[in-house]
């Protein structure tokens, strides 16, 4: 059976900058209805990013099989090559020549908040991109355009692949209705606590409620734990205490690499989480998406010292 893991989302530019201050200090509760703020950024990088991406690095790091399912411009050359030089398969990536790569702008603060805008350019037109009749044992639709994510979901549900349902990013996009559609396509939906709020609020149900009509729902708490409703149950999983946390930019991505390498091979679900609350340690370590490059062993290590699980070859 293949192993091929479809992953559906933007592949951007990152242009990073840290703020050396704190946005709690200058962005006021009474006076957000006439907001005008500037924020000095002496540190300025520009990094491959975007969902799709980052999470196709990350399953590579596990020797997974990525198949990066998006939309680019002709700015993105050099990002191809960088993809190509790891092993990652483009096959499914669609160059659009006529438009930009999207691009996400990012400015973080010393307490790890981020600020961000994003350009969608070629990802508009990604619902263009048909993988219909892909063979690959799981997907995920992770932030894009909404007509993007939706027809992703559309054609892995009809041709019976599962597939992972991430909101993130996208969020503003999607009213309760939306969300409750892509549930009722998707196997397993994951979300950070804030997002979980969201889609409580406006689907009107519980996380526990909605985990009870998919494989399950995995909630991220940062630093505390990992809540898995699965099976009726919720379980928390301790998260992993880091040392020095250097930026959270792709923490997330990297967290959904874990847990779609666990899945491919037929984990338990919380086996799966605890290999995804691993990887987002290693890149919550590193600045930038896509440049930590810890080793399986160093990986394999850290699973079995952490959660007393050894899984990996």
Known sequence: MSEKVLICGSIAFDTIAVFEGHFKDHILADSIHALSVSFFVPSLRKEYGGCAGNIAYNLKLLNGQPVPVGAVGSDAQDYLDYMEMQGIDISRVMVLPDMYTPQCFITTDLDNNQIASFHPGAMLRSAENDISGVDASWAIVAPDSKDGMFAHARRLHADGTPFVFDLGQAMPLFSGDDITDMMAL????????????????????????????????????????????????????????????????????????????????????????????????????????????????????????????????
């Open 186 to 313: 998707a196997r397993i939906m994951t979300l950070n606590e804030y997002e979980a709020s969201v889609v409580e609020q406006r689907t009107r149900r519980s996380m526990a409620d909605i985990a009870r009509d998919m494989q399950g729902v995995i909630v991220s708490r940062g630093a505390q734990s990992t809540l898995l409703y699965s099976d009726g149950q919720v379980a928390e999983i301790d998260s992993i205490a880091v040392e020095h946390i250097v930026d959270p930019t792709g923490c997330g991505d990297a967290h959904r690499a874990g847990l779609l390498y666990g899945l491919t091979k037929g984990w338990p679900l919380i086996d799966a989480c605890r290999l995804a609350n691993v990887m987002g340690s290693f890149k919550i370590a590193s600045r930038g998406p896509q440049n930590h490059q810890p080793s399986r062993l160093q990986i394999q290590d850290a699973l079995r010292q952490h959660y007393g699980v050894t899984l990996l070859d």
